[in-house]
């Protein structure tokens, strides 16, 4: 079974400063896709950002960007130029590729612990 | 707009009187799925579904049931709800489980948090 780990329990930043965020994930599969979700206080899920594994460019989204080792299988967050509408639980998640022999069950999200970002004024 | 939608977003309920938690989905995904997260425990699946009328167990399906008698439609039925079921529940949804340009990405509902006495 796959599993996510995030490491860092709380991260802080100043505003307008950068932050990385660290994922990693066990694996035994070569085709799969990572994102990271956003949490805010009112508690909906955003999407933040994707990345398939079978493309080596790192995904940007504006002032997010990845960075996305394979090998290694890590998967870290840069968040540029923060701003306090960044503060939130950061979620990191791995979904497969293939079904899975039941048809569908390999393709769940599975979430790392996440990571809760403060920025500081 | 496309959106998840899940009610209620807030219920306070006693042990053993049942409820369902609806969710509906305005995208023509065919993959839907509930979550529930936990604190320390972050978001487990509690069951899921490929199209209608296929539904399979995720991670934690004890005490819960669901249907997919339409494409749109979800639900989540605790039957006999206990306290060890005051959760926070997602409902999510994708075009399928692969594929590229978004198909894979799923969009969740905004919550219902759940409280069972």
């Known amino acids: 079974a796959q599993t996510v780990t995030q490491s860092q329990p709380e991260m802080s930043v100043q505003e307008a400063e950068t932050v990385t965020l660290s994922c990693t994930y066990d694996?035994?599969?070569?085709?799969?896709?990572l994102f990271w979700y956003k949490q805010p206080p009112s508690r909906q899920m955003i999407l933040v950002i994707r990345?398939?594994?079978?493309?080596?460019q790192n995904a940007t989204e504006n002032r997010f960007s990845v960075n996305f080792q394979k090998a290694a299988k890590s998967f870290s967050l840069k968040i540029s130029d923060s701003q306090l509408g960044d503060a939130a639980m950061y979620f990191c998640?791995?979904?497969?590729?293939?079904?899975?022999?039941?048809?569908?069950?390999?393709?769940?999200?599975?979430f790392g612990k996440g990571t809760l970002l403060t920025v500081n004024p | 707009e496309a959106q998840v939608t899940q009610n209620p977003r807030y219920l306070i309920t006693v042990t053993g009187k049942k409820l369902t938690v609806t969710c509906s989905q305005n995208m023509n995904h065919e993959y839907m799925s509930w979550y529930r997260q936990d604190p320390g425990l972050g978001l487990r699946q509690i069951y899921y579904s490929m199209n209608v009328e296929v539904t399979d167990k995720g991670d934690v399906p004890e005490g819960y049931k669901v249907s997919r008698k339409e494409k749109r439609n979800f639900p989540l039925i605790l039957e006999s709800p206990s306290p060890n079921q005051t959760s926070l529940y997602f409902c999510?949804?994708?075009?399928?489980?692969?594929?590229?340009?978004?198909?894979?990405?799923?969009?969740f509902g905004a919550g219902s948090r759940l409280t069972v006495l």
């Open positions: 694996t035994s599969e070569s085709d799969y896709y």
């Open positions: 990345q398939e594994a079978y493309k080596q």
């Open positions: 998640a791995y979904r497969s590729a293939t079904p899975g022999n039941s048809g569908g069950s390999n393709y769940k999200l599975t």
């Open positions: 999510a949804s994708s075009f399928d489980g692969t594929g590229s340009s978004g198909a894979n990405v799923l969009t």
